[in-house]
């Protein structure tokens, strides 16, 4: 009698809307009595001519006129849509539809009611009745029915006691136990997607109602109309509309038998021919509107909620960002003054080594030029202490008696500097030693030149530093 259910909720407009409008009045249409057996009264006696307003070919008329009395069966246990009231009678919005149809077409309908649909569905397979006025349209069912264009859809909801808080949306139904018809067929979907959901199963939508009631239940999902027509009728005070669970997915149409196809078309064209209007006043005989809109609200509310939500989530996002590339510009930023500082170091470093360079590249352009020995070395003697930062220097020759003798000086020691007169022989004092080895030799203090200086004159000097490098030329040494 059902279609599987869709997967997301939503606000609850349909192509008809179903109203509700508290609990039924007794209806134009009367019915038999299932539980005593009394004398069927027929829906749309009385009228017998077909409506002007409908468009029926001549074959269709002439099938109307060998058709004068039509068997319809009612699932009784589908309050408010087909059921029996306390006095047997099939009511509901289904047989009030019914009603209209049977004048327009001009045809009296014979209501076989059936508590349990799969009985219905049987005799129907039988032909037992020549339609069913609320059915399902699915592929399998095809092969007995020819299906009209659906005239009811209906609304799955979500029924709670009033002090539960914690159930708002479907899947908050998750972990929590549901009272479920166990026959319909929205119950296995339903637990396919919601898996971790306790079944509590029950016989009709009233016992899943009743079980909420008592505590038995978390909640109970049931068709919308049905739902406000139990909790009404029986007074099921403490329960309410908690959530809607699927919207009008699920839609009924009259199930004609399959070998009636002018059934089928002339009660689809009755059913076209039905305003608005009409349908909305039929409706909100058994349904509530105030419901509706309260479900409708909230769903709503949820909807913005969660929009809202979704913006604070950008917003957010937005700021983190944000922050992060403060902190990523700053980093950047220290990055480039570190790599500027060391750049500046580098380039002074740079700086310092080409004045070396500059240095040696004028000693060597003083040795490459074609000035006189004496003012050679005097220039290489003033490149030398501009490389080395030292006060003072000389520079001793080698003789061919292979003695030093000085050959240029520079602000140094008087005491040092009496080698013109007193010439050392190679392998004597630091200068001899020097000139012997063909290595430089370096006296880093006061205490070490001291104890290596074999010169009286240099003793009573106060260098604190001394230094020798050879000049050597091929295996000669030139000089120190």
């Given amino acids: 009698m059902t279609e599987p259910f869709g997967k997301y909720p ?14 039924a009045t007794t209806t134009a249409t009367a019915g038999m009595s299932a539980a005593t057996g009394n004398t069927p009264v027929s829906i749309g006696a009385g009228r017998m001519t077909v409506s002007a307003s409908l468009r029926l070919t001549d074959r ?32 509901g919005l289904a047989v009030d539809m019914l009603q209209v149809l049977a004048r327009r077409i001009g045809v009296t309908i014979k209501p076989i009611p059936k508590a349990v649909w799969t009985d219905l569905y049987a005799a129907a397979k039988r032909r037992e009745v020549d339609a069913v006025a609320t059915m399902g349209r699915q592929p399998q069912r095809e092969k007995w029915f020819v299906f009209t264009r659906p005239y009811l859809f209906k609304s799955l909801v979500i029924m709670t006691r009033k002090e539960t808080t914690a159930i708002n949306r479907p899947g908050d139904l998750a972990g929590r136990s549901v009272a479920l018809v166990e026959k319909y067929q929205y119950v296995k979907p339903l637990l396919q997607q ?16 009743n079980a ?7 909640a109970a999902i049931t068709f919308l109309g049905a739902g406000h027509y139990l909790k009404t009728k029986y007074q099921l005070a403490n329960l309410k509309f908690a ?10 149409s009259i ?17 076209a021919s039905i305003s608005d209007s009409e349908r909305a006043e039929l409706s909100q005989r058994w349904v509530g509107q105030e419901h509706m809109l309260h479900i409708a609200l909230r769903t709503l509310f949820q909807y913005l909620a969660a929009i809202l939500g979704f913006v604070l989530l950008l917003v957010s996002g937005f700021v983190i960002w944000n922050s ?5 510009v700053r980093r950047k930023t220290a990055e480039l003054r570190q790599e500027l500082a060391e750049r500046k170091k580098a380039e002074d470093e740079n700086q310092r080594i080409n004045e070396k360079l500059r240095a040696v590249n004028g000693i060597i352009m003083a040795c490459a030029s074609t000035m006189e020995t004496e003012e050679m070395l005097g220039k ?3 490149e030398a202490l501009l490389i080395t930062g030292l006060e003072g220097g000389v520079i001793y020759a080698v003789g061919p008696d292979q003695k030093l003798r000085i050959a240029a000086r520079r602000e140094t020691s008087a005491a040092i500097g009496d080698l013109p007169d007193h010439a050392a022989k190679i392998g004597e004092c630091l200068c001899g030693e020097c000139a012997r080895d063909h290595k430089p030799l370096i006296l880093a203090d006061r205490e070490a030149v001291l104890k290596f200086s074999t010169r009286e004159a240099t003793c009573g000097e106060n260098i604190r530093f001394h230094a020798a490098f050879p000049l050597i030329s091929g295996e000669r040494c030139l000089g120190v």
Wanted: net charge negative; aromatic share 12%.
């Fill in 212 to 218: 909420v009631a008592v505590g038995k239940a978390d």
């Fill in 380 to 382: 290489v003697m003033d």
């Fill in 60 to 91: 269709e008329k002439a099938w109307l006129a060998a058709h004068k009395i039509i068997r319809v069966g009612f699932d009784s246990s589908f309050p408010p849509y087909s059921f029996l009231d306390d006095a047997g009678n099939c009511e």
């Fill in 324 to 328: 992060a590339l403060k902190k990523q």
């Fill in 10 to 23: 939503g606000i609850l407009i349909s192509t008809m809307v179903l109203f509700f409008a508290g609990t």
């Fill in 255 to 271: 199930a004609v038998r399959k070998d009636w196809p002018e059934l089928a078309v002339i009660l689809d064209k009755a059913l």
């Fill in 243 to 252: 959530a809607v669970f699927d919207r009008d997915h699920f839609t009924e």
């Fill in 194 to 209: 919601y898996p971790s959901v306790k079944p509590y199963y029950v016989d009709t939508m009233l016992d899943g109602l």
